[in-house]
C-alpha cells in the first residue's frame, strides 16, 4: 500500500511503500515522526537570518522503502529529499554501505564437489590472517582520496603480492563504469585518518581493509534459481544455474569516524540562542558562509565512501583467491557496485536536491542512467534477503513518489534481542540446511568443552536467522506493484560468510 502522511501545517508528504495487508511498524513509524520535526529546525534556522544561503530550504519529500523498520534516529529504509542543506544523519555512520555483485562461469556442482576444502579455506582467508592485503601510506591515502581510481593509479606499489595477483588493472579500470561515481570520489585531506594510512613507503596490514562487518553484512556465493526477465537478464550475464557472488558491507570504522566527524561539525555550527533539535538530528547548509565546514563534511564524507567502494572490491578478490585455491581458476566480472547509505545530488528544472538514502537502494530508470552501460534497461538493485532466503536481482524503473529508490533487504521483523530467543526448532531446521563461514568453526575439537564461546556464536547466528526478517517475496513484490523496480531473476545461497 502507499500512504500519505502529512506532519505539521508545512511539512513535506511522506509515502509509505509497504506489503499487502501489513501495518507500518509502532517504533518505526514513532521515529519518522520524531525525525519530521527537522522542519521545526529548519524553521529555527531560517529565522537567524543569514544561515541559510538559499532561501528556499526545505525537506520537500520523503518517502519509506518496503523493508522500513527502526533504526537509530533515522529509520532504515527512508529516502529524504532536500533543498539548500544536507542531513549526515540521513546516511547512517556506516556511509557507503553497499552492494556489488559479480557474475562468473563457475557451476554449482563444481563449489559442491570441494565445499569440504573450499569453507575452511574461506574461513582462513577472511578470518585466520590470510587477507593479504599489504598497502603502504601512498596507497592509502590515494584509495581515501581518490578511491578506485587512486588504487588503480598506485597499485604498482605491492603489485604480485598476497592478494594483488588477482587485481587485474586493465579489468579494474573497465569495472569503474560498472560502479556508482566510478568508484571514485575527490577528497581534498584526510581528516583524523594519519594513523590507517601509514608509513608512505612502508608495505603493511591493516584491520579493516578486507572486512565484513558485523550485523546483516556478508559475502555469499549464490546460485540463479530463476529468471523473470530474459531480455535483460541476457545483456547482464545472468542465466538460470549460474554462480554469482554477492557482497554486502561498507565503510566500518571509517566510516563511524566520518560521522563523528560531521556531528561535531552540525553541532558546531548551529545557531547559538535557540533550542537544540529534541530529535538531535542536526543540518548542514550548503557553502554560502561556511565552505570550510561545507568542504570538511565533503572530505570525510567522501573518504569513507571511498573505503566502502575499495573494502568490497577486496573482499571480492579474498573469495576469488579462496576458490582458485580449492575448485579452479574461474571468469569473474562485476556486474554492478552502489551505496544504499549515501546522499546524492539531484539537478531538477534548475534547481539542485540532495538525496538522502539511509538503508535504501538507488533505483533510477532508464532515462536516468543515460550514458552509463545501464541506459537501456535501468539501474541494477540488488535487495538480499536475509541470511539462508532468496535474493532478488531488479532493474530500476525510476518511480519519483519513491525518490528514484527501492528496498536494501526484508527489513527486520524481530529485534536482535527477540531473535536469540526464537524456536529452537526452527533455528536447528535452519542449521541443518545452511552453510555459514563465521570466525569461528563450533566443530573445532577445541572448543566443544566452550559453552561460553559457542553460545555467543549461536547467538550471533540466531539474531541473523530468516525468521528475524520479513518475508523478502512480499517485499520484493511491492517494487513491482508500485513501478519502482522490475523483476530480473531470484537468487538462492550456496553459501554465507559472516563476521
Not at 6 to 29: I, W, Y
Not at 84 to 110: H, S, W
Not at 306 to 318: D, E, Q, S
Not at 388 to 394: A, E, K
Request: with cysteine; glycine share 12%.
Amino acid at each position: 500500500m502507499e500512504l500519505k502522511i502529512e506532519f505539521g501545517s508545512q511539512s513535506c508528504g511522506v509515502s509509505l511503500f509497504l506489503p499487502e495487508g501489513t501495518k507500518p511498524d509502532k517504533k518505526a513509524m514513532d521515529e519518522l515522526r520524531s525525525m519530521m520535526q527537522m522542519e521545526c529546525t529548519v524553521e529555527r534556522m531560517k529565522a537567524v537570518g543569514s544561515f541559510f544561503e538559499n532561501p528556499d530550504s526545505a525537506v520537500r519529500k520523503a518517502a519509506v522503502t518496503p523493508d522500513f523498520h527502526k533504526g537509530a534516529g533515522i529509520p532504515i529504509g527512508t529516502v529524504l529529499m532536500t533543498e539548500g542543506f544536507v542531513i549526515p544523519q540521513a546516511m547512517g555512520n556506516d556511509i557507503n554501505c553497499g552492494m556489488r555483485l559479480y557474475t562468473t562461469d563457475l557451476k554449482e556442482e563444481e563449489l559442491e564437489r570441494r565445499l569440504s576444502s573450499l569453507l575452511p579455506e574461506v574461513r582462513r582467508i577472511f578470518f585466520e590472517g590470510g587477507r593479504g592485503i599489504a598497502m603502504n601510506g601512498i596507497q592509502r591515502e590515494a584509495m581515501l582520496k581518490d578511491g578506485l581510481t587512486g588504487l588503480l593509479e598506485t597499485s604498482g606499489k605491492a603489485a604480485g603480492k598476497g592478494i594483488w595477483r588477482f587485481y587485474n588493472r586493465e579489468e579494474q579500470e573497465k569495472e569503474l563504469e560498472y560502479t556508482a561515481f566510478h568508484g571514485s570520489l575527490k577528497a581534498g585531506d584526510t581528516e583524523g585518518l594519519g594513523d590507517f594510512t601509514g608509513d608512505p613507503h612502508f608495505l603493511s596490514y591493516d584491520d579493516q581493509i578486507g572486512s565484513i562487518g558485523g550485523g546483516n553484512h556478508f559475502v555469499e556465493m549464490q546460485r540463479v534459481a530463476e529468471i523473470y526477465d530474459g531480455q535483460t537478464a541476457n545483456a547482464w550475464g545472468i542465466r538460470k544455474g549460474a554462480v554469482l557472488i554477492m557482497i554486502h558491507t561498507g565503510s566500518l570504522t571509517i566510516g563511524h569516524q566520518s560521522g563523528r566527524i560531521n556531528q561535531m561539525i552540525t553541532k558546531g555550527l548551529y545557531p547559538r540562542g535557540i533550542p537544540h533539535p529534541d530529535n538531535g538530528i542536526y543540518l548542514l547548509p550548503e557553502r554560502g558562509g561556511m565552505d570550510r565546514e561545507w568542504r570538511r563534511f565533503c572530505d570525510t564524507t567522501r573518504n569513507a565512501a571511498n573505503f566502502g567502494f575499495a573494502n568490497r572490491l577486496f573482499l571480492g578478490l579474498m573469495l576469488q583467491n579462496a576458490v582458485e585455491n580449492t575448485v579452479r581458476a574461474f571468469g569473474m566480472k562485476l556486474l554492478y557496485d552502489s551505496p544504499h547509505n549515501f546522499i546524492w545530488e539531484r539537478e531538477a528544472e534548475g534547481r539542485k536536491y540532495y538525496i538522502h538514502r539511509k538503508g535504501a537502494c538507488s533505483a533510477r530508470g532508464m532515462e536516468e542512467m543515460e550514458g552509463t552501460p545501464f541506459a537501456y534497461y535501468g539501474e541494477p538493485v540488488m535487495i538480499p534477503g536475509s541470511m539462508g532466503s532468496s535474493s532478488y536481482l531488479l532493474r530500476g524503473i525510476g518511480n519519483p513518489d519513491a525518490l528514484w529508490s527501492a528496498s536494501h533487504g526484508a527489513g527486520r521483523r524481530l529485534s536482535r534481542g527477540e531473535a536469540i530467543h526464537g524456536s529452537d526448532e526452527k533455528f536447528q531446521e535452519f542449521m541443518k540446511k545452511f552453510h555459514v563461514i563465521t570466525p569461528i568453526d563450533p566443530n573445532r575439537s577445541d572448543l566443544k568443552g566452550r559453552s561460553d564461546i559457542l553460545k555467543k556464536w549461536e547467538e550471533s547466528i540466531r539474531s541473523e536467522a530468516p525468521y528475524a526478517y520479513k518475508d523478502i517475496d512480499k517485499v520484493v513484490k511491492v517494487h513491482e506493484n508500485h513501478e519502482m523496480a522490475g523483476l530480473v531473476a531470484r537468487m538462492e545461497p550456496l553459501f554465507t560468510v559472516k563476521a
